[in-house]
């Protein structure tokens, strides 16, 4: 099992910057990747930024590309993901996810959720 645990979110202005973290724990030693997702009201869960474990790289989705930025840090089992230049777009629940491979499947396990609130 793997527990992940949220914390960052809040209301800004738009134009404003905030900072998630998400500090994982538990059966993480064959991590494949983490990173972020969001899902606003009446929408579909969407990608925002997600580290791949075997090479640092990342995936993002276009809506924040040049805006948000992820980073790890290995030594805390911790990604952040840094928000600059937020849109009332932003507005969404933020999950953090942690995809484990296993010898038969490959599970994703999600935190709670944080509140982004962008206003105008």
């Known amino acids: 099992q793997v527990q992940l645990v949220e914390s960052g979110g809040g209301l800004v202005q738009a134009g404003g910057s905030l900072r998630l973290s998400c500090a994982a724990s538990g059966s993480i030693s064959s991590l494949i990747a983490m990173g972020w997702y969001r899902q606003a009201p009446g929408k579909q869960r969407e990608l925002v930024e997600t580290i791949i474990s075997r090479d640092g790289s990342a995936l993002y989705g276009d809506s924040v590309k040049g805006r948000f930025t992820i980073s790890r840090d290995s030594a805390k089992n911790t990604v952040y993901l840094q928000m600059n230049s937020l849109k009332p777009e932003d507005t969404a629940v933020y999950y953090c996810?942690?995809?484990?491979?296993?010898?038969?499947?490959?599970?994703?396990?999600w935190g709670q959720g944080t509140q982004v609130t962008v206003s105008s």
């Open positions: 996810h942690a995809d484990i491979e296993l010898p038969r499947n490959t599970p994703r396990y």
